[in-house]
């Protein structure tokens, strides 16, 4: 049975290290899980996008 918001397959301590890692939060960092997955690249990659959204830009 699942706890409430623990996604699957991500600890706590993997949850808080991808936070601190992109400056997101916790519970930012889980919203993202439920939307992309456990793939880590997925998650670093949309978490830099919520704290810089100017970054998915095309530069010309």
Request: glycine share 6%; proline share 5%.
């Amino acid at each position: 049975m699942n706890e409430g918001k623990k996604p699957p397959g991500l600890s706590a301590e993997t949850v808080r290290t991808l936070a601190q890692e992109t400056g997101a939060t916790d519970d930012e960092i889980r919203e993202i899980v439920s939307l992309v997955g456990v793939d880590r690249a997925s998650i670093l990659r949309e978490a830099r996008y919520l704290k810089n959204p100017d970054s998915r830009a095309t530069k010309s």
